[in-house]
C-alpha cells in the first residue's frame, strides 16, 4: 500500500511542476529559473547518489558525451521550453501537451530503435495526437492550419521534442550507466551547460528580485518534484515493475488541470477534457502490453 502512496505521490508532484513553474516563469527569466532550479535539484540528487552508493558516483570517460547528451536535452533544452512555454501558456493545457510524449517516442523507437509498431501503438498513437490537436486548437484542429501555433505553444512543443530526444537516448545509456547515475550527472552536467545563459539573461537581477515564495518554488522544483518524487517513483518501480509504474504517469496532467483550476484559477473547457481524454486514452492504448 505504502509503494502505491508513493506513486500516487510521486506524480502528484509531477502535476504540480506545471503549476509551480507557471508561477515562477512570471518571476524570473527562463535560464535564472532553470539553472536555481537544477541547482538545487543537482545537490539533492548528489546527497541521494551518496547515501546509496556510499561515495560519489564516478562517470566512466565513454559515457561522459552520452550522458551530456541527456543533460543537453533533458535538463537544458527541455527546461529552457518549459519556462519560457509558461509565461504565456496556461499549465493544464501545457501538461496535457507534454502527455503525448510516450506515443511519440514509440514512433521515434520503431523508426530508430526497430521496435515494432503493433496496431494498438498506431490506434494510440493516431488518438493521442487527435486529442493533442484538439487542446492546442481550443476544440477546432482546422485553426491549426488557418493561424498556426502561438509562440508559447512552440514552445511547449520544444518540450515534446527535447523529452522525446532525452528518453529515446536515455534509454541505452541506462542500460550501461544505471538511472541514478544517469539522471544525478545529467542534472549536473546540464547544470554546467545553463551557467553562461542564466548569466547573460539576468540571473543576478533576477536573484536580487526574487520573492519567498519564488524561492520556494524553486526549493519545490528542485527537491521535492526532482529529488523525492524521483526517489518514490524508482521505488515504485523496484516493488511493481517498470510497466505498472508507468501507468501513472497518466495522472500528471489530471493533476495539473484540478491544480490549474484550484490554485491559478485556470479554465476547463470542454475542448480541454475532451481532448485530454483522448491523449490519456491514446498513450494507455499505445503503451499497454501486447497479447503477442
Known sequence: MLVYAKLVGSVFFWGATWISGRVLAQ?????SAALLRFVTASA?????AWRANGSFPALPKKDILPVAFLGLTGIF???????????????GRAALIIASVPVI??????????ERLTPGKIAGTLLSLTGASIVLSGGNPIKLFQGGLSHGDLMILGCVAAWTAYSV?????????????????????GTLMLIIPALTHGLLGDIRRASLVDWGNILFLGVVATGVAFT???????????????????LVPVFAIA????????PVTSSLLSGGAMVISG???????SSS
Do not use: H, Q
Request: glycine residues 10%; contains cysteine; hydrophobic residues 60%.
Open 232 to 250: 518514490w517513483y524508482y521505488a515504485g518501480i523496484r516493488a511493481i515493475g517498470a510497466a505498472r509504474a508507468g501507468i501513472f504517469i497518466n
Open 259 to 266: 491544480m490549474g483550476y484550484v490554485i491559478l484559477d485556470e
Open 105 to 114: 517516442i514509440s514512433i521515434i523507437s520503431a523508426l530508430m530503435l526497430g
Open 44 to 48: 539533492f540528487l548528489l546527497f541521494w
Open 169 to 189: 537516448a536515455g534509454s541505452r545509456v541506462m542500460k550501461r550507466v544505471g538511472p541514478l547515475m544517469a539522471v544525478t550527472w545529467s542534472c549536473i552536467l
Open 77 to 91: 533544452l527541455y527546461n529552457a521550453f518549459f519556462f519560457t512555454g509558461l509565461k504565456t501558456v496556461p499549465a
Open 27 to 31: 518571476d524570473m527569466g527562463p535560464f
Open 283 to 289: 498513450v494507455w492504448l499505445a503503451n499497454r502490453p
